[in-house]
């Protein structure tokens, strides 16, 4: 029916089904990427599904904690109406301090406190990234794409400067930094420092007035410098989160891979940002949440591992999550279109 | 309506897609089959990729070997990921050509735990999380380069004396450190033979293209170009042709691979002077891979070495030809 | 004609639909499909009087024409009329195999089969009108298009041969003598009037609503050639939207238009364009990194001939153009090289170029100097002698009576009526604009004693908008502001409220100086601002109606940086409950709220702020009446509790209802204060348009 007459629709319920299955659609989609790999799983030899082994499905949310971590924050960036393309460098500048301070030998007086002073240093590094990018952002009003485009590319050049353009390997024997790679690389620190983050980000983002201004600023900004918000409190915190951590990704970084690596998370910056949109969040800002992202990294974890257990060729692999990606943002756009 | 219209069609893409692609092992009627499992560190490269093809050409001779290649782009996390998803899916070997050493080691031993034989190819990794390791020996690669240097400038001046320019790959790299080393032991011995430069180039053509054009603006005689791998090798001569100074050096490179776009048909073609075949490893990790399935109770050596060939305009057709018929050069 | 029975069919598939009728031997009608919401207004020919059928002429036409007979032998042959044949040729070579078939098999007239092949739309209007003039169609049932679908699903298979979703398009007739037109009121509005030949151009019955708001209710007005006329009306009158609606820049609701009698569908600015209507914006529409040339020749039909484009041929094409209208410029030259008044000769060698018979000018003079406008002045003068009809929409009176024929003005989306300017005054217009408010206005407003301290004293505030601008606001009084848009009323706000850098002049707050460099520094000095705008400055459209309601207030609601949620909701439901918020539920998404509700949210965040001074930029914009008594309530009731409120207003009524005195600005100065009971609508009005003080601070 296309006439011009106007159709009467009984609006309010059509509305209020369509919020409801908006909402939920990032979770269904979950729920089909996760029965479609149990599906399609193959079989250990005893039978059983191999996707669903407690082995795999840990394995699964491992490997996406480093992207989730980043996400996360990136999340509260994009919010805003921003964008941070240096997480990843970030993560290199940091995994490549971390390892270094490991490394040299700094006279302290136990592994405790010369880990806990690498990782400050490493993280502390990363932060201050992070600031820098807030404050060019919010202080001179510099497209956050420029900005951190720009600092994609410093950072970069500060990590790779730092090292001497070499890794730096963290050895397996007994001192400190193999140690340090031996916490920091067990499953459950990875996992667990994911949970306890992506908790706390979904606390901040729904209950604090920070991520009430957060989503504030993104929504209009012009209307939150008519409403008398801290625009610019509000930016430079947002960055600086996004360069914590992606500074305590580049510290898991370092001890999962056992080496600091000025070349690293080259890319991550674009699979964080695929998470935080597949999960719902708007690219303009405004709308969007932690758990949207959270199921968003879920579903590209899954559906990876999905199609590695089915060996997959990687180049077939790419091209699914283009799918999935254009997917995810045109169930969004016909949300919004309601 | 349209939304579910999409989900629906993405959703059979990907089960189209993954299953038509989908290779498990599966013991037939005929008697065991065995599913090797290959994580190679980068396809892009053309070493890797040239491996990947032998690979797939000599275990196709045994037909009841399963071959799967994941690639892991270069990026550490994505191996080890894939990695582990190997280790679910208990492959009756492991082939692993690690992308950097520190950061498979974990994995690879992981991988040992679940009894899996694992073979480590080209590049190794901190602890002997392996089975067997075969390799190639880059510091042997840079000696025999470096002498090669050293017997071109005594024909040409009578003694052995000039200038030489390394053109460096990715810094930090162990092949790059190597084959830098051997070349200096060499070139060390004979303080008339001056290496003047050293720009790094990060195994890239157009970036030792670059590099070699700046220096030429600085350098005025240079007798021999010591790219670390063929492709800047011949960037260091596209730079010197374009300011009409090739045939005033000579270029070696290392590699040697086969194929028009090789090392060996830039021999061919008179680009290089010479170039060093670095072993794709490939024939002597299949053949200890056939045995470790085939032979029950066979124990692999710790560490397998192949040796590298020298390739001059004298044998560069035979190499080339050989290389095309697909063996391992 | 009388009693001549009919058959109407349009719409997708209408020839599907004539021959399922079957062997009718009705004279059928068939009119070709509009585009869909285009509505209809057509009809064909009197079939009657064509020549009866001849089954046998088509099949000879089309013998003849295999063996290769020119039209004019085939014509001599069969002793035809050329233009018949050129007919019958068409049906046979356009393949248009099923009439052909029905007209073999003596179903259908050859007459109709050619007048369905070949009727286009604009020619099936225009005989549909004439014959509706001629009196042909007297008698004849209208029904609607609901009725219209019912009947033609009951009698027909509808849905095989019809689309019924053009049912715009769709005319569907099937009784005898009864005319089943989709849109009856649109089919007689058309014809309401006389038209008189003369007339260049007829708008009718043009209505349009934003949302609950009508822009325009049934306005109208004539156009004849080589006249400049003048739309007049107060801000928000209507008249912008008239001018897009006729340039097919805006849909309207309803429309009609007539050109030289016939009647037409804009649908686009090509549509326009195609019939010579240009306008030229008050904010010019040209591209800035484009070049003169360029931007001459973008989107201009009359250059798509060919698609090469060279910039020797843009400037061949443009020379003549940019010397009509005087502009010195290179046509390689970027636009934003040129000067505001330079753009606008652009603009209007732009609309020349197009050819166009009719020009809209919306607000020229805004930007221009004095010479400018003298030059655009003889501009006009030379249109006209040229015959070219020139829509002028100005706020200013003296431009009007210089150079315009005749003045029509607008309020509140109606048509007051039409004036020939050499017969009325400046005072009569300013009547017909402000209107019937004269006697509402001072009788709604509560007897209010605003004799507290001085709360607020402004002296000689001077921005880039504003000039010198000194006042004072008690406690417990509502100082109301007028003036046009662009006066400097919301400036003065956004000074006030740090958003414009304040360059001289002093704001006090209870004898206090306040030096507000940013919103938050205003809000803690205790001013609050509602601004005009409250989609792009108010509100977060995404947010909730509580989180809208206290986002400026969370910092009083929180502990230890969490929002505290009951005190929050407990806050934001009392206000809410005072400004009789209608919402399904706090949480539900501010976009789902009608417009006045939006705008008592927007309000209830400064409510819950409870500021000093609060600055009200235009608060019943676009609402509906009930909404807006609820405001003028809280404003009462803000001055009863002491505040001082800062009341902007484009409507006159509104500010006299509500404000205890009003200041009038004029081009970022202050032209006026009137206390409540000297201001009269007409007084305001003067002080507001007057021409005395508004170029000096250009």
């Known amino acids: ?338 | 309506m349209k939304r579910f219209a999409l989900a629906l069609c993405a959703a059979s893409t990907l089960l189209c897609v993954s299953c038509s692609r989908s290779s498990k092992p599966v013991a037939t009627r005929e008697g065991k089959r065995y599913f090797v499992a290959f994580s190679q560190a980068n396809n892009a490269e053309p070493y890797r990729a040239a491996q990947n093809a032998l690979m797939q050409k000599l275990f196709s001779q045994s037909p009841d070997v399963k071959l799967v290649i994941s690639d892991a782009q270069q990026d550490n996390s994505k191996q080890i990921a894939q990695v582990e998803t190997f280790i679910r899916q208990k492959p009756d070997l492991l082939i692993v050509a690690p992308n950097e050493r520190a950061a498979l080691t974990v994995v690879m031993g992981q991988a040992m735990e679940a009894r899996i034989a694992v073979i480590c190819l080209e590049r190794d990794v901190l602890l002997p999380n392996y089975s067997t390791y075969i390799h190639s020996d880059n510091l042997a690669i840079g000696r025999m380069v470096g002498q090669f240097i050293v017997d071109h400038l005594t024909k040409k001046y009578g003694k052995p004396r000039g200038t030489v320019v390394a053109m460096r790959g990715l810094l930090g790299v162990e092949a790059e450190i190597k084959r830098d080393n051997g070349a200096k032991e060499v070139l060390a011995k004979y303080p008339d033979i001056k290496l003047v430069a050293a720009p790094v180039a990060d195994w890239i053509q157009a970036k030792a293209k670059d590099r070699m054009t700046e220096l030429l603006r600085v350098q005025p005689k240079i007798d021999v170009v010591y790219g670390h791998n063929d492709p800047m090798a011949v960037g260091a001569y596209l730079a010197a042709k374009e300011l009409g100074r090739e045939k005033e050096m000579i270029f070696v490179g290392v590699d040697g691979l086969g194929g028009p776009a090789g090392g060996v048909k830039k021999v061919m073609d008179g680009v290089l002077a010479a170039t060093f075949i670095y072993p794709l490893c490939v024939e002597q990790a299949v053949q200890v891979a056939n045995q470790i399935l085939h032979q029950p109770g066979f124990r692999p050596a710790k560490e397998y070495t192949v040796q590298s060939t020298m390739v001059t305009s004298e044998n560069a057709a035979k190499v080339y030809e050989n290389s095309q018929s697909g063996g391992e050069q | 004609m009388d009693g001549t029975r009919y058959d109407l069919v349009c719409g997708q598939g209408r020839i599907e639909a004539y021959l399922a009728l079957g062997g009718s031997t009705i004279p059928a009608v068939v009119i070709d499909a509009c585009r869909e919401d285009q509505f209809l207004m057509s009809l064909v020919e009197n079939v009657a009087r064509r020549p009866p059928s001849n089954r046998d002429l088509v099949r000879e036409v089309r013998s003849l024409r295999e063996r290769s007979y020119k039209p004019e032998e085939i014509a001599r042959k069969l002793g035809l009329d050329r233009a018949y044949l050129q007919g019958i040729i068409h049906l046979v070579e356009h393949g248009e195999e099923m009439l052909i078939e029905a007209v073999e098999g003596g179903r259908l007239p050859i007459s109709v089969a050619i007048q369905i092949a070949k009727g286009t739309n604009h020619e099936m209007q225009l005989a549909l009108s004439e014959a509706y003039e001629k009196g042909d169609l007297r008698g004849t049932k209208l029904l609607t298009a609901k009725r219209m679908q019912n009947l033609a699903s009951r009698r027909f298979h509808t849905a095989e041969f019809c689309n019924i979703g053009n049912a715009f398009g769709l005319i569907f007739g099937t009784c005898c003598g009864t005319l089943i037109v989709a849109h009856p009121m649109r089919w007689m509005g058309a014809h309401r009037g006389h038209a008189t030949m003369t007339d260049l151009l007829r708008v009718e019955n043009v209505s349009k609503r934003y949302g609950g708001m009508h822009a325009l209710r049934n306005a109208h007005f004539t156009l004849q050639a080589g006249e400049v006329h003048a739309l007049m009306g107060e801000n928000g009158a209507g008249k912008s939207t008239l001018a897009k609606i006729i340039v097919g820049a805006v849909r309207a609701d309803r429309c009609d238009f007539l050109i030289a009698g016939r009647p037409v569908l804009i649908h686009s600015s090509l549509d326009a364009q195609r019939l010579g209507i240009a306008i030229i914006y008050q904010e010019l529409d040209l591209f800035p990194d484009l070049t003169v040339g360029e931007n001459m020749v973008v989107g201009n039909l009359r250059f798509q001939d060919s698609p090469l484009v060279s910039f020797a041929r843009i400037e061949r094409f443009c020379q003549p153009y940019l010397e009509q209208v005087g502009l010195t410029r290179n046509t390689r030259e970027p636009v934003v090289n040129l000067s505001i008044a330079e753009m606008q000769l652009l603009a209007i060698a732009r609309v020349l170029s197009v050819n166009a018979r009719i020009i809209l000018m919306d607000e020229p003079t805004s930007s221009l100097f004095e010479e400018g406008v003298e030059r655009l002045f003889r501009l006009i003068a030379a249109l006209k002698a040229r015959g070219v009809a020139i829509v002028y929409v100005s706020h200013k009176m003296d431009e009007i009576f210089r150079i315009c024929d005749r003045v029509t003005v607008l309020r509140d989306g109606e048509t007051m009526g039409t004036r020939d300017v050499a017969a009325t005054s400046s005072d009569e217009v300013i009547r017909m604009m402000v209107g019937r408010e004269l006697e509402t206005a001072a009788a709604a407003h509560a007897a209010r004693t605003s004799t507290g301290d001085v709360l607020l004293s402004v002296e000689n505030l001077t921005t880039r908008k504003l000039t010198n601008i000194s006042f004072e606001l008690r406690r417990g009084e509502v100082l109301g502001i007028a003036g046009l848009v662009g006066s400097g009323r919301s400036e003065l706000g956004a000074a006030l409220f740090g958003i414009d850098k304040i360059s001289s002049g002093t704001v006090c707050l209870s004898g206090r100086r306040v030096a507000a460099s940013s919103t938050s520094d205003a809000m803690r000095a205790g001013i609050g601002l509602v601004p005009e705008d409250r989609k792009l400055q108010g509100l977060m459209m995404q947010m909730s109606v509580l989180e809208n309601s206290t986002l400026s207030a969370l910092s009083r609601m929180q502990r230890f940086g969490f929002v505290r949620r009951r005190q929050e909701e407990t806050a934001a439901g009392t206000i809410h409950r005072s400004l009789l918020l209608k919402s399904p539920s706090s949480d539900a998404p501010v976009s789902a709220l009608s417009g006045g509700n939006q705008q008592k949210v927007l309000l209830s965040r400064w409510l819950l702020l409870n500021p000093d001074v609060l600055f009200l930029d235009d608060p019943a914009r676009g609402i509906d009446v009930g909404a807006k008594q609820d405001i003028y309530r809280i404003i009462d009731e803000l001055a009863a509790a002491e505040k001082g409120v800062i009341l902007v207003s484009s409507e006159l009524p509104e500010l006299l209802r509500c404000s205890d005195r009003i200041l009038v600005l004029n081009n970022g100065c202050l032209a006026a204060i009137y206390e409540r009971a000297d201001a009269t609508p007409e007084r305001i009005m003067t002080a507001a348009t007057s021409e005395t003080n508004s170029r000096t601070a250009l």
């Open chain 1, 1 to 338: 029916m296309s006439s011009g007459q106007p159709i009467l629709r009984p609006e309010r319920k059509t509305r209020a089904t369509k919020h409801y299955v908006g909402r939920f659609s990032g979770v269904m989609a979950l729920l089909g990427v996760v029965l479609l790999a149990i599906v399609t799983s193959p079989s250990a030899t005893d039978g059983s599904s191999i996707f669903l082994q407690a082995g795999n499905l840990t394995d699964i949310l491992r490997q996406i904690a480093l992207i989730g971590i980043i996400s996360l924050a990136m999340t509260f960036v994009i919010l805003t109406g921003g964008i941070d393309l240096s997480v990843g460098s970030v993560l290199a500048l940091s995994t490549s301090i971390v390892a270094m301070g490991l490394t040299r030998n700094w006279q302290t007086t136990g592994d405790a406190t010369h880990i806990l002073l690498a990782i400050g240093a490493a993280v502390l590094a990363a932060t201050i990234a992070g600031i820098v990018n807030g404050l060019v952002v919010a202080g001179l009003r510099i497209q956050p794409f420029v900005v951190t485009l720009a600092s994609m590319i410093g950072v970069r050049g500060l990590a790779k400067w730092l090292t001497d353009n070499a890794n730096i390997d963290i050895g397996f024997g007994q001192d400190t930094a193999a140690h340090f790679a031996a916490i920091f690389r067990e499953k459950m620190v990875v996992i667990g420092s994911y949970c306890l983050l992506a908790a706390a980000f979904w606390v901040v983002l729904s209950r604090t007035v920070f991520g009430r201004y957060v989503r504030a600023v993104g929504d209009n900004e012009t209307a939150a410098r008519y409403a008398g918000l801290p625009i610019r409190r509000t930016k430079l915190w947002v960055y600086s989160l996004s360069g914590l951590m992606a500074g305590f990704a580049g510290v898991l970084y370092a001890a999962e891979n056992h080496q600091g690596n000025p070349n690293a998370g080259v890319a991550y910056e674009l699979d964080a940002i695929a998470a935080v949109v597949i999960g719902g969040t708007r690219l303009s800002g405004g709308k969007g949440s932690v758990f949207g992202t959270v199921v968003g990294t879920l579903i590209m974890g899954v559906l990876t591992n999905m199609l590695r257990l089915n060996n997959v060729d990687s180049n077939v692999e790419m091209m699914i999550k283009a799918v999935i990606i254009i997917l995810a943002v045109t169930i969004q756009s016909q949300r919004e279109s309601d």
